[in-house]
């Protein structure tokens, strides 16, 4: 036996499985194909938008709370600040949509706070947007920035000074149980442990039962980064990471931690990813005009050409939510993936409760709406993937 818990994919989930495991007895063992906090994973980018008023569901508000402490107390240990919270976050959208009424509900049962800005005071507040007739704004004092380098390195560095160790590999290319334990294999090489976590995003189906495979899909997400013609007005504390959704309008961004610039995305609706190892990281032209087009029609105080661009995979699943628990089919094998572009606000939430549940104690927060079961439930085999664009649609 080679460990008594082996971690595959040390990224985003990973790293935080491997912190709150190693703070148990045995010893768990990390693998990643390339490097934790690697530029080409779902790390990459510098930051990640944090929330507490949330309106994807009150489903998410014991993750994000539990999150919220265990982000402080990395940084803490680490001696640098992951969490940001001196912006907040702000959410621009349609007065009366289906957006505000899910935020204010979701945000209801889970006690976060927020305050609701009428437009006017939304720009007297934040003059940077431009405002579109019927915009509200709601704003989430909690809400704010992640450094996502730092947080993963910061949870490897504990880990191994708790007596974790990590291995990069080729890539784990298989899982298979045996008799009490399971075999973990890298081309010629393998290991054998007493139990397995499957947390390599984008890369994680490969590794799954046919089942879970067909119901997850890696999703190719968009960032530019703009220059700002007065930087004061795009700092942070004075510009907070948004979200915006209103009218035909969908993006978000946040200023960049060095203050330089703007990160934007969400302008391009991601797209399904056939081949990663073949995955485009560049930005088509069509990508970037909207990008430009956007930029100049609502936030004027940046100049509208990107100086930077990129594309990162994550994986979705058919209904957004993400899959996290033990897989019936595979003894000793748990899965923690398909994030589905908003897993790393609630990542530290989810490395505690993924550790209680392989120990077999109660998870500190709800993860049962995230159980592989559910794709056994012909109601949400119907979901239609979200705003995830099938390959189908793009090459047609
Ligand atoms: C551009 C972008 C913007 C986003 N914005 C936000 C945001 O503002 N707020 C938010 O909460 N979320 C956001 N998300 C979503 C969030 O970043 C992801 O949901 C989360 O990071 C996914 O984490 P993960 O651990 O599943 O994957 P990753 O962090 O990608 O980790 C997977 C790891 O597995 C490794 N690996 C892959 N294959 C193998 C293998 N075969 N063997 C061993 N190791 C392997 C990889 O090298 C990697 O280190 C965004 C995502 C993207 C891409």
Redesign the pocket.
Known sequence: MDGDLAV????????MILWRSSLRPGSVVG????????D??????D?????MAYKEGSQYSGLLANSERLWKELGALGGTRILDQSGGALTITTDDGDYVRSLRSSARASGADFETLQPDELRRRFPQHEVLPGDLGLFDPRGGL?R?DVA?LNAVEQAKANGATVHQ?????AVVPQDGFVEIH?GQQSWTFKRVVI??????R??LPKRYAEHVKP?R???TWFSSREPANFENGRFP?FMRDSGDVHM?G?PTLDGNMVKL?GICR?NEIVDLDAMNRELTPAELDDSHAAVDRLLPGLMPVAVRA??????YTRDAQ?LIGWLPELPGVYV????????????AGVGESVTRDLFGEPPSANIDFARPHRFADPAVLDQSWGRLVSAERISR
């Open positions: 595959i994919g040390v990224g985003t989930t990973g790293s693998f990643d194909a390339t490097y934790p906090a690697s080409h994973t779902a790390v990459g980018g930051s990640r938008m944090f929330r992640l996502t993963v590999t080729r890539g784990i290319d890298s947390s390599a995003g984008a890369w994680s490969d590794l999703g997400i968009l960032l990471a978000w946040a995305g991601p990129k594309a990162y995979p994550d994986l993400p923690a993936t398909g994030f589905s572009g908003k897993g790393f606000k609630m990542a």
